[in-house]
Nanobody, 120 residues
Framework: QVQLVESGGGLVQAGGSLRLSCTASGNSLMINVMGWHRQAPGKQRELVATITRGGPTNYADSVKGRFTISRDNAKNTVYLQMNSLKPEDTAVYYC??????????????WGQGTQVTVSS
């Protein structure tokens, strides 16, 4: 079983910054893609950013230039630095990881979510 634990959410004023972290745990992990998604009240979950093991990144248009995703492969950890936050960034942010383990084979796991609230 692969577990993802997120941290770093909270309440911030518009224009402020937050940094989210997510660490994956499990046996013999080989994580290919890590990413962040978010879900605002009454809306579908949407992709925010992803990063592959080798480093290439992908961002939603709404966060380009404001958010930066990075990862530490040795720690199985992904980060999301969020700058110039806007009220419309308010959502529950979910970490996602996809890869293989020595025991389970392929996995695609989600974290429990962390709330980000941006006040105007």
């Amino acid at each position: 079983q692969v577990q993802l634990v997120e941290s770093g959410g909270g309440l911030v004023q518009a224009g402020g910054s937050l940094r989210l972290s997510c660490t994956a745990s499990g046996n013999s992990l080989m994580i290919n893609v890590m990413g962040w998604h978010r879900q605002a009240p009454g809306k579908q979950r949407e992709l925010v950013a992803t990063i592959t093991r080798g480093g290439p990144t992908n961002y939603a248009d709404s966060v380009k230039g404001r958010f930066t995703i990075s990862r530490d492969n040795a720690k199985n950890t992904v980060y999301l630095q969020m700058n110039s936050l806007k009220p419309e960034d308010t959502a529950v942010y979910y970490c996602n990881a996809e890869g293989t383990t020595g025991f389970l084979g392929y996995f695609n796991s989600w974290g429990q979510g962390t709330q980000v609230t941006v006040s105007s």
